[in-house]
């Protein structure tokens, strides 16, 4: 069992930044990858980005450059620093980690709304 707490989500204009965080806690399995997913409503869960336990990344092409993903094992939490936020970035994002094993979970997910 993992459990995820998301937060930083929130309003912000156009061009502005926002950080997200992402605690996981567990006491059964060892934490692999973890990561940023965003669905808006009536539409497929997509990847913003992925970090592994040894630090690689990966980003979907419509935040390269604007996103980054980074991580502290010790505390098995991720972060995601959002720069130059566009409306389209407005919608709810999930929290995702994978245990040694393959299980994957998610969190609950905060919203970020981006005002034009």
């Known amino acids: 069992q993992v459990q995820l707490v998301e937060s930083g989500g929130g309003l912000v204009q156009a061009g502005g930044s926002l950080r997200l965080s992402c605690a996981a806690s567990?006491?059964?399995?060892?934490?692999?990858?973890m990561g940023w997913y965003r669905q808006a409503p009536g539409k497929q869960r997509d990847l913003v980005a992925t970090?592994?336990?040894?630090?690689?990344?990966n980003y979907a092409d419509s935040v390269k450059g604007r996103f980054t993903i980074s991580r502290d094992n010790g505390q098995n939490t991720i972060y995601l620093q959002m720069s130059n936020l566009k409306p389209e970035d407005s919608t709810v994002y999930y929290c995702?980690?994978?245990?040694?094993?393959?299980?994957?979970?998610w969190g609950k997910g905060t919203l970020v709304s981006v005002s034009a």
């Open positions: 567990t006491r059964t399995g060892l934490i692999t990858t």
């Open positions: 995702y980690a994978v245990v040694l094993g393959g299980m994957g979970y």
């Open positions: 970090i592994t336990r040894n630090g690689g990344t």
